[in-house]
């Protein structure tokens, strides 16, 4: 994963990250039984999941909409996130403007390293950058260190590993073993 960072665990600073998780996954279940018509309701607890400050009034996510941490989401102004998305935004996730998220998507910002003894010892993240005019199609999965550039689309179903070019469509999923892993100890 291209700028990844890693975050220790069982340090003091996990610790505030996982309260910081139940505190955003209780506001996505609140905000995923609320009337579909009550808009003011949606809004305020949107307010809440993405850290208080303002959201764009144009900003639009129909619910459900499952955010795992909401401290490092931005959005730009036109953007619509459809049904049943997943944002994991610990590592930052940046969406431009007039962006279409379509249903089913996930960006997931974080993960843990590959090697088998380090997985359980770090949680590891990077930003995902969606850049204005882009659109994304169901079910697609961006994953952490990954730029989305103005004016793209990504098909449905697209698993994201690496940028995507300003004004280029990408689509399909695959499997590429990329290296080797070492036995565990």
């Keep these: 994963m291209r700028n990844e960072q890693r975050l220790p665990t069982r340090t003091p600073e996990s610790r505030a990250f996982a309260q910081r998780v139940q505190v955003a996954m209780a506001l996505s279940a609140r905000l995923n039984t609320l009337p579909f018509d009550d808009l003011d309701a949606r809004r305020s607890v949107l307010t ?4 208080g400050g303002p959201i764009p009034e144009s900003l639009s996510i129909l619910p459900p909409f499952h955010c795992d941490y909401g401290l490092h989401a ?6 619509f996130i459809n049904q049943g998305c997943f944002f994991l935004d610990y590592g930052g996730i940046t969406i431009g403007d007039r962006v279409m998220i379509g249903p089913r998507v996930t960006l997931s910002t974080a993960g843990h390293p590959v090697e088998v003894d380090e997985r359980f010892d770090y949680i590891t993240h990077a930003p995902i950058v969606i850049e204005d005019d882009v659109w994304i199609g169901a079910a697609a999965t961006i994953t952490p260190g990954v730029t989305i550039g103005r004016g793209a689309v990504v098909g449905a179903g697209a698993v994201v590993a690496k940028d995507v070019p300003p004004l280029t469509v990408v689509t399909a999923t695959s499997v590429v073993e990329r290296r080797r892993l070492k036995p565990s100890s």
């Design 74 to 79: 931005t959005f730009g102004d036109r953007v």
């Design 48 to 51: 809440e999941i993405f850290g």
